[in-house]
Antibody
Framework: EVQLVEAGGGLVQPGRSLRLSCAAS????????MHWVRQAPGKGLEWVSG????????GYADSVKGRFTISRDNAKNSLYLQMNSLRAEDTALYYC?????????????????WGQGTMVTVSS | QSVLTQPPSASGTPGQRVTISCSGS????????VNWYQQLPGTAPKLLIY???HRPSGVPDRFSGSKSGTSASLAISGLQSEDEADYYC?????????FGGGTKLTVL
């Protein structure tokens, strides 16, 4: 069964850091690009970051650029999101999503498998 | 304000056909394919339609997608109570992925 399981969320103070992880199973992890997508409480979906199959290409939303770092470890079938300088507006449910292609910026691709998400709350 | 524009709500009765629109621009829908996602209450999003009008395995053929110019549409025929969910369109835009604001579909 294809599965993505996120972990690492929690309550953190503004300005602090948090590292999310996503464990993948049921598919050949290093054949696909991966993404993080978030959803603030009661709001819509917002793309956060994407990484190609071999980490050779990476992209970020303007809202997180310079503060968040995406990475992957293909040997461990895992995706990560290092979040620094967190702000109240980063409060959201963070989803890990498998992409249908090898490159995160392939315009014809789609987010075809989603995890259940991990909640990040930034508050003092 | 989302880059892609969707109506915030839509509704229909069981058996009816409903459509949800998604309006964009030349930098996103106008030059790239559109995907649709369904988010049932309290669950993660699920891919519903990819590349404008293709259904992943397991998605009923009651769901269909189309695209024309800088707009796209999702149609649901034979509406069922379990279709009550939030629906999001998405597309590539210059250097990032963008979503519509979502449409809450209510089955009356």
């Amino acid at each position: 069964e294809v599965q993505l399981v996120e972990a690492g969320g929690g309550l953190v103070q503004p300005g602090r850091s948090l590292r999310l992880s996503c464990a993948a199973s049921g598919f050949t992890f290093d054949d696909y690009a991966m993404h993080w997508v978030r959803q603030a409480p009661g709001k819509g979906l917002e793309w956060v970051s994407g990484i190609s199959w071999n980490s050779g290409s990476i992209g970020y939303a303007d809202s997180v650029k310079g503060r968040f770092t995406i990475s992957r470890d293909n040997a461990k079938n895992s995706l990560y999101l290092q979040m620094n300088s967190l702000r109240a507006e980063d409060t959201a449910l963070y989803y890990c999503a498998k992409f249908s292609g090898t490159q995160w910026l392939y315009q014809g691709g789609s987010f075809d498998i989603w995890g259940q998400g991990t909640m990040v709350t930034v508050s003092s | 304000q989302s880059v892609l524009t969707q109506p915030p709500s839509a509704s229909g009765t069981p058996g009816q056909r409903v459509t949800i629109s998604c309006s964009g621009s030349s930098s996103n829908i106008g030059s790239n394919t559109v995907n649709w996602y369904q988010q049932l209450p309290g669950t993660a999003p699920k891919l519903l339609i990819y590349s404008n009008n293709h259904r992943p395995s397991g998605v009923p053929d009651r769901f269909s997608g189309s695209k024309s110019g800088t707009s796209a549409s999702l149609a649901i025929s034979g509406l069922q109570s379990e279709d009550e969910a939030d629906y999001y369109c998405a597309a590539w835009d210059d250097s990032s992925w963008v979503f519509g604001g979502g449409t809450k579909l209510t089955v009356l």
